[in-house]
């Protein structure tokens, strides 16, 4: 049965993923665009559970977030630094992000090319016997597709998305709201997430759609 689960985590900011100026804003940056992606990834959420990888497959090359535009809702408290997080995903969403080797997380994991993503998703969708597909894919069920991590100007507050993939009726988007703490780690905050969408069949002989679990 297809379920899903939002868990509370912490992890302290990881290595910077491109190569810029040690002490620029950008790399500040992408400290902390690497800190929230290996928490995420260090126990991704699937719609089938814990995802069982010998290793994990990630696009190199981020994706829209599904739906498109975030599912979110902070406490009244927080909705001036949301709007700047906001302001920033409109500036930055038709911008893909390339992913580097930054990631900090427990399991192997390797980063696909998009012609790579489909094939995997070839493979899977075409129903092969698990022992004849593509040597790459063997012992993996999903692949992971990161959306870009958007801002406020404190960069205090972040929303990014996860995509996990599984099969034509095997999917889980959700869009993830996080916070920094005083010590400087992230954490989720899964109340604030309005909606999360998983693939499933509606009839026998239908195509899968997106459906909105709440």
């Not at 739906?67 to 927080?78: G, H, L």
Request: with cysteine; net charge positive.
């Amino acid at each position: 049965m297809m379920r899903s689960a939002c868990v509370v985590l912490t992890i302290c900011a990881m290595a910077s993923g491109y190569q810029v100026q040690p002490g620029s804003d950008n790399a500040a940056r992408d400290k902390d665009v690497y800190a929230i992606y290996s928490l995420l990834m260090n126990d991704p959420p699937t719609s089938h559970g814990p995802a069982p990888n010998d290793r994990y497959l990630i696009a190199a090359t981020t994706a829209p977030g599904t739906p498109r535009e975030p599912c979110v809702r902070p406490p009244s408290d927080r909705a001036v630094e949301f709007r700047q997080v906001l302001a920033d995903f409109e500036r930055r969403k038709a911008t893909p992000r390339h992913l580097k080797r930054a990631f900090s997380i427990r399991q192997p994991h390797v980063l696909l090319t998009d012609e790579e993503v489909k094939q995997f998703m070839k493979e899977r969708m075409r129903g092969t016997d698990p022992q004849a597909v593509d040597e790459r894919f063997r012992g993996v069920t999903d692949v992971f597709l990161l959306t870009d991590v958007y801002f406020d100007e404190k960069r205090a507050m972040a929303l990014t998305a996860l995509q996990s993939w599984c099969g034509g009726l095997c999917a889980l988007m959700s869009w993830i709201p996080l916070e920094k703490l005083a010590d400087r780690s992230w954490q989720v905050r899964p109340g604030w997430i309005t909606c999360c969408t998983m693939s499933r069949n509606l009839a026998e002989g239908r195509p899968a759609e997106l459906a909105r679990l709440f």
